[in-house]
């Protein structure tokens, strides 16, 4: 064969040496599926610098970018500023107020509204899911209410046995709830004996010279620190041991937490005439019309949406608790006017005491008790 052969396009792949020349001997560029020709069109553009003070004042459009992110910064700042000075007005307005409810009631109102929303939570808690965590509930505050109690008398001269004291409530709580009814009186009886004779036989071991008649004051005493704490939460037990029970618990706390909130909402807003100056001269009439109202009104709802019981008898649980929640706490002003403090302890910030906020719910669990087995057979009516 010649050479004349191999200048035929016969489809014949380029040798070696032809590819690493690059060309062929006649100048034209080899084309190939797996090796593209070069297009200089196909090669995407080059990104824009980033905008830095170097090259800020050869490009007009980054400069223009600088000044609008500096200007929308600006107005960020401004609109933060603003609503600052908003925040403080209305912080340092509200603080005004409070001052002035506070010169004139002698409570922090913020403070009382965070501590009793705190309560009140732990209570629809132990209530609304399981009833027997009421339990503990219930023994926490009888025996710091007779820890505050006994402090406070103690403070006034009298002679109270804490621990002993304690001891008894502990027993007498539980008893209410684990125990049958009937053995809460027993076990009442058993408290009072105990914290009696405990004092006499200290008296005896002290030899202080203390009078025949302080003596048993202080044996009167602190028997009736034993009823007046820990029983009546006993109380509260057995009412919430009985079938259907938390509902009732929860109506007369709300009954007396909203009878206490409206006489100090009325009070606040339009009290002028002091219902009773001489045992408590912030509380006035107008206050009790507010707690009157209140009282009612959450008796008849209660009544109807929870208790199922009819509106009259709403009525009833709300005027019952209305009256004792109002002599409880014009009791316990009583007391504290006789012992010459003004709260039974400072350990809630906007309350006082615990014994303060208890005072209107203590007193109130005997008639709820009573009004249970009365109204309960109207529900199966």
């Not at 995407?44 to 090259?55: F, G, I, K, Q």
């Amino acid at each position: 064969m010649s050479d004349e052969t191999r200048d035929v396009d016969d489809g014949t792949p380029p040798t070696r040496r032809d590819a690493r020349g690059g060309a062929p001997a006649d100048g034209i560029p080899l084309v190939d599926a797996a090796f593209p020709s070069f297009d200089a069109d196909a090669i995407p553009p080059r990104p824009p610098l980033p905008v830095t003070p170097e090259n800020t004042s050869q490009d007009p459009i980054g400069s223009l970018d600088t000044a609008d992110h500096n200007a929308i910064r600006e107005q960020w700042r401004a609109a933060r500023d603003e609503l600052g000075s908003h925040v403080s007005h209305a912080r340092d307005q509200l603080d005004q107020a409070n001052e002035r409810i506070k010169q004139r009631t002698g409570r922090d109102l913020i403070l009382a509204i965070l501590i009793g929303l705190a309560f009140g939570a732990a209570l629809l808690a132990s209530l609304l899911f399981i009833k027997a965590l009421f339990v503990p509930f219930a023994l926490a505050a009888a025996l710091l209410g007779v820890y505050e109690l006994s402090r406070a008398l103690r403070a006034s001269g009298r002679r109270i046995d804490v621990v002993p004291q304690l001891i008894a409530a502990a027993f007498l709580v539980l008893s209410a709830y684990f125990a049958e009814p009937w053995l809460c009186w027993v076990m009442l009886f058993v408290a009072v004996a105990f914290v009696v004779v405990w004092r006499l036989i200290a008296q005896m071991v002290v030899k202080d010279g203390r009078t025949y008649g302080d003596v048993l004051t202080d044996a009167v005493i602190s028997g009736f620190v034993q009823i007046y704490v820990p029983f009546l939460a006993g109380v509260a037990l057995i009412l919430l041991e009985q079938e259907g029970g938390q509902w009732w618990v929860l109506s007369f706390i709300a009954i007396a937490v909203a009878a206490d909130t409206g006489a100090y909402a009325a009070g606040l807003a339009f009290g002028r005439h002091p219902m009773a100056p001489k045992i408590s001269p912030k509380k006035t009439w107008e206050g009790f019309g507010g707690a009157v109202a209140a009282s009612l009104i959450a008796g008849v709802l209660l009544a109807i949406f929870l208790l199922e019981l009819p509106w009259w008898a709403g009525l009833i649980f709300g005027a019952s608790i209305l009256l004792s929640a109002t002599l409880g706490d014009l009791g316990e002003s009583m007391l504290k006017r006789d012992l010459g403090i003004k709260d039974m302890s400072s350990w809630l910030p906007g309350h006082g005491g615990l014994l303060d906020r208890l005072d209107s719910i203590l007193p109130s669990t005997i008639p709820a008790l009573c009004l249970y087995f009365l109204l309960s057979p109207w529900v199966v009516m």
